[in-house]
């Protein structure tokens, strides 16, 4: 067992289980984690840059992306334990963060653009207390919602890298529809893998955590404005 010099982020200084303290810690450092996304998302709304304009190829951009987010999850992994973990978990979500910039800056340059993204914030953040919520109950199988997620990822991965070529935006709307479905049976599952006691580290627990919350988010917004007429 590695050792565990995590700081705790929400320590209260009371006696609780190990399951709850984890589930304690992971909301805190969940919430911690929004504010260098916020930070990463005003940085590239206020210069207007994004992975496109640096490099000025959309599969480049894309290869960057998915090279970020895969290889600092994976560091993230290996430092689960740690504060590296922790501050290697803030980079990334300030990336992702960034990566929000353009979207947001063309739902803002429409007349309800302000309403959509707040739509979507609050549908994310119903969504989440939800799936929460309903993580709680004992019916629900761990291993049958892992395969469900497992699946649902995989074919939601593979349509979105088809529609690349394809460019169908009713493909779109599925692949949207999709990941956002999956990520809240994602949500669920985390919760209660952690209830069960079958996650130990709170560091890799927010970080799905708020993947799902970043695809539910960006998929919802997206619905939006393919049903405002804006997309």
Known sequence: MQPRNVYDYTDVGSSVSAQSTILRKTYGLLGLSFLPAAAGAFVAMATGLSLFSFTGNYWVALGIFFAFFYGMSFLIEKNRYSNVGAALLMVLTFGLGFTLGPILNYSLALSNGIELIGIA???????????????????????????????????????????????????????????????????????????????????????????????????????????????
């Open 121 to 231: 914030a609050v549908m994310t953040a119903a969504v989440f207390l939800s799936m929460a919520a309903m993580a709680k109950s004992p019916t629900f199988q761990t291993k049958s919602i892992a395969r469900f997620v497992t699946v649902g990822f995989v074919v939601a991965f593979i349509a979105m890298i088809a529609n690349l070529f394809l460019s169908i935006p009713a493909l779109s709307l599925t692949v949207s529809a999709l990941f956002v479905i999956v990520s809240s049976v994602l949500i669920m599952w985390q919760v209660r893998v952690i209830i069960e006691g079958g996650e130990d580290s709170h560091i890799s627990a927010a970080l799905t955590l708020f993947v799902a919350i970043y695809n539910i988010f960006t998929g919802l917004l997206r619905l939006l404005l393919a049903f405002a007429g804006e997309d």
